[in-house]
């Protein structure tokens, strides 16, 4: 059986109109989002018919509002089974808060914010029922900023000795979220926000991780 899936970064709710807009015209079988404010999500669902999964990074709080911030499994299929794979190095619990003075998605005076590290960085899985017979794992993960040098992306480049701690940390992080996917026994389908481009370590490491049986399919 094909399906239809489709990944995007929706910026919390700066597109949601948008995005509802895009997922009526293509009506996709499942949807993997990042940067998904939880009450957009249910809003997605009850309107367009999705069941869904959710893993929260972040409770983002704006004035006296607030909303959890995270990865998202939307799927016109039944999900059978979701579970969330934490590769960050805090331990669970208290879901880590933000607010837009402590926006941990942008650079200010030339630095990210050492804190972005301190999220719930979660492999979200969702085993769905495609049919009597077939069943698939969907995928997804957003990855923490992680500065490089690469000709054409300037915002990206490393401007200090804090920057290379920082590769040194998402460099870990990768590793853990490699052995998870190496531990899915089902056939997974992986989306991702890597925060990262072709050509890079994180990219290119991810693209030969080998599952049993599967060979990798690599770039051209």
Do not use: W
Not at 39 to 51: R, T
Not at 91 to 108: C, H, Q, R, W, Y
Not at 123 to 150: G, M, R, Y
């Amino acid at each position: 059986m094909t399906f239809n899936i489709l990944h995007l970064n929706v910026e919390r709710s700066k597109h949601i109109e948008t995005v509802i807009k895009l997922l009526k015209e293509k009506n996709p079988h499942i949807v993997c989002l990042a940067e998904a404010m939880h009450k957009d999500v249910q809003k997605i669902s009850l309107e367009l018919g999705y069941e869904f999964s959710f893993a929260p990074l972040v409770l983002f709080k704006d004035g006296l509002e607030s909303d959890q911030e995270g990865s998202v499994i939307l799927s016109k299929h039944p999900i059978l089974k979701t579970k969330k794979y934490y590769y960050n190095d805090k331990a669970l619990g208290k879901i880590p808060s933000s607010t837009i003075e402590e926006d941990n998605l942008t650079v200010k005076s030339g630095k990210r914010p050492e804190n972005r590290f301190l999220e719930n960085y979660t492999l979200l899985t969702a085993l769905i029922k495609l049919n009597e017979k077939q069943t698939v794992t969907i995928s997804t993960t957003h990855f923490p900023v992680t500065d490089h040098t690469t000709p054409g992306y300037k915002d990206h480049n490393i401007k200090s000795l804090q920057n290379v701690d920082d590769m040194e940390r998402s460099v870990a992080y990768l590793e853990r979220l490699i052995n998870i996917i190496r531990s899915l026994t089902e056939p997974v389908v992986f989306t991702a926000d890597l925060n990262n481009p072709r050509g890079e370590y994180f990219y290119d490491s991810l693209a030969r991780v080998t599952l049993p049986g599967i060979e990798p399919e690599l770039p051209a």
